[in-house]
């Protein structure tokens, strides 16, 4: 079991960090969701790994319980990661409309139009 | 007791009516949009008396006991930063009406006033996890300013700013969960107690959630080796939203200033020196990327953008330090260095507006005011680089004279003094080129004359050199007051204790 989602969270940040240092927007933002889903799961092995037990503190007995803050946090992350993510989308298909190219480097382009004067 | 969170949720209020409502009347948004950051000053400079008593205090959400539910927090040093939110806000928000930069893209001013909310919120939260979502909603709200109105490279820049401040989240996320996983808690006082318990043999963990955290808010300060993604963002944002964006850095410094002075500061324990350690070279290292970058830049808004880098590597070196000293000299000096900062930012945006090379240093023919904008370049500009007589060498001064019983003395000594030497050559040599080069190329007699820059579209840059010659003028006081912040910030026993008390007047 821990040894399952460790190397699930190593392989997906691995991923991701690979894909957001391409230098195109799309993979950028595979390699994005890849890495938020990375972090996702890493939240949830932050409260330790506890498996079939609920998220709730049980006056009667000494039954297991797992920590529910984290449970609170990956919520909290999940909805944020997704705006982000539906964000980053629009902004960048507003610059691949605009520079008709979906190329993240800057400086090249750049050069190019001083050229151009 | 209310009044804590009434700086948050004002702007949270305002900013969706201001989207669904108004959007389609500019007039009425921006009476609004004023309205909110008039009253955003009042809360402000009310939380800021309240706090000048030295008492720290605690917001309780829900009123739900510390540790478990989230706090806000108003000491001293929050209240400060607020309240220069508040007057920042205030004074681009006047320039971008004036200059008509509102009308250039769509809800300006509804995302104007969720940033406010972000930052604001930032600046007075007690809790790392609520830290991260206010981050997120004035990342988000910057996001939409900074491509507002648009424009080919400006949308790659902004793009290039998303990405690179996702990953920061990312990050931000993963030192979060190392420290939740290592000390089971998320408040910020809390913690605080946690991490001075932490046995020497476990604290490796605790150590690399302490440095991740470093690194994320080294991003937000854009501290060196991750200052790359600033120069390119503020220069390419809207002038004006870069003069507002001047105090984002700052939440960044604030973050450090707040969360390791307090949890893994000099008391805690097992984590020692840790910060002073990695921070001293990064902060040197920036002011000189900064500095190298204000004397090779081609442009006036880069210049300005490594400008803003190399005052975050002089600020830092004084953050680093971590005494009550070196705090009292940052906390001066970043008053300044905002102010100066988005000082330029505002005296770019009107003289470029008026020019047609991009921003380019190259030979133009002069402007009819020439002279009033040499002025005005020049004024900002020793404000910025830190000479006599404004508020930027006073700064300097404190800092020097803070550093020089440290143990950093040769390495912080050098770095200011040859940054600022290379800063000023770059700030003459921008200067020159623009105002005295100039007056030998003759203008183009076909072309239009520029609109000379009236009163209204000028005050909002002049009250801001009117607020750092007050900075200069008053400098004793407003020493003391930050001196006062630091101080509280240095005795986190006060905060631990107002934060995690058994029951609050709520």
């Known amino acids: 079991m821990e040894f399952l989602v460790a190397s699930a969270v190593g392989i997906l940040t691995a991923g991701g960090v690979y894909l957001i240092l391409r230098l195109r927007a799309f993979p950028v933002i595979l390699g994005l969701a890849l890495l938020s889903y990375a972090v996702n799961l890493f939240l949830f092995s932050t409260g330790r790994l506890v498996v079939n037990a609920a998220p709730i503190l049980n006056p009667y007995g000494d039954q297991p319980y797992t920590d529910p803050l984290p449970q609170a946090l990956v919520l909290t992350a999940i909805v944020i990661s997704f705006g982000m993510t539906a964000v980053l989308v629009m902004i960048s298909l507003g610059s691949f409309f605009e520079n008709e190219s979906d190329e993240i480097n800057l400086d090249a382009d750049d050069a190019a139009e001083e050229r151009a004067k | ?506």
């Open chain 2, 1 to 506: 007791m209310h009044w804590i969170i009434a700086p948050v949720i004002l702007p949270a209020m305002l900013a969706p009516i201001i989207a669904y409502v108004m959007r389609h009347d500019i007039t009425l948004a921006r009476v609004v949009s004023f309205a909110g950051v008039l009253g955003l000053l009042g809360l402000a400079i009310g939380l800021f008396v309240m706090a000048s008593g030295g008492e720290t205090f605690v917001y309780r959400l829900g009123d739900w006991p510390a540790p478990f539910g989230i706090v806000l927090v108003l000491d001293r040093l929050s209240a400060l930063m607020v309240f220069l939110t508040a007057i920042l806000a205030l004074v681009v928000l006047y320039h971008v009406v004036a200059t008509g930069w509102d009308k250039r893209g769509r809800h300006f001013h509804a995302l104007y006033q969720f940033q406010l909310m972000g930052i604001v919120g930032a600046f007075l939260t007690g809790d790392a996890f609520n830290l991260f979502v206010f981050f997120e909603v004035l990342l988000i709200a910057s996001y939409g300013l900074m491509i507002h109105a648009g424009g080919k490279i400006r949308l790659k820049a902004g793009l290039q700013y998303v990405v690179m401040n996702l990953a920061g989240s990312t990050l931000f996320l993963f030192a979060l969960g190392t420290l939740y996983a290592s000390t089971g808690t998320l408040n910020i006082a809390d913690m605080a107690v946690k991490i001075a318990q932490v046995p020497v043999e476990d604290a490796a963990l605790v150590r690399v959630a302490g440095i991740l955290l470093l690194f994320v808010f080294a991003v937000k300060a854009a501290l060196f080796p991750m200052q790359f993604w600033l120069p390119a963002t503020y220069s390419n944002a809207p002038a004006p939203v870069a003069a507002l964006f001047a105090i984002m850095t700052k939440v960044g410094t604030y973050a450090i200033l707040r969360i390791h002075t307090i949890a893994f500061g000099p008391e805690a324990g097992a984590i020692g020196d840790m910060v002073t350690a990695w921070l001293v070279p990064m902060a040197a290292l920036t002011l000189a990327v900064g500095a190298v970058g204000v004397f090779g830049a081609k442009r006036l808004e880069l210049l300005i953008a490594y400008a803003v880098i190399g005052s975050m590597g002089t600020m830092m070196l004084a953050v680093a330090a971590m005494t009550p000293a070196t705090a009292s000299a940052a906390i001066y000096y970043m008053l300044n260095s905002t102010l100066a900062a988005a000082a330029l930012f505002l005296f770019a945006d009107l003289y470029l507006s008026r020019r047609d090379e991009d921003g380019r240093l190259i030979l133009a023919a002069p402007l009819s005011q020439n002279g009033l904008f040499a002025a005005a370049f020049f004024a900002a500009g020793i404000a910025m680089v830190g000479m006599p007589p404004f508020s930027g060498f006073l700064g300097k001064l404190l800092i020097l004279e803070a550093l020089s019983d440290g143990p950093h003395i040769t390495l912080a000594f050098s770095a200011i003094l040859i940054g600022s030497l290379v800063m000023i050559l770059g700030f003459v040599r921008a200067g020159s080129i623009l105002f005295w080069k100039s007056v030998t190329v003759s203008p183009d007699p076909d072309a239009e004359a520029a609109p000379p820059l009236t009163l209204s579209q000028g005050a909002g840059m002049g009250a801001l050199v009117a607020l750092l010659v007050a900075l200069t003028l008053f400098a004793g006081p407003i020493y003391d007051v930050g001196a006062a912040a630091a101080d509280q910030l240095f005795f986190p026993q006060g905060y631990i204790e107002a934060v995690l008390a058994p029951h609050g007047e709520g």
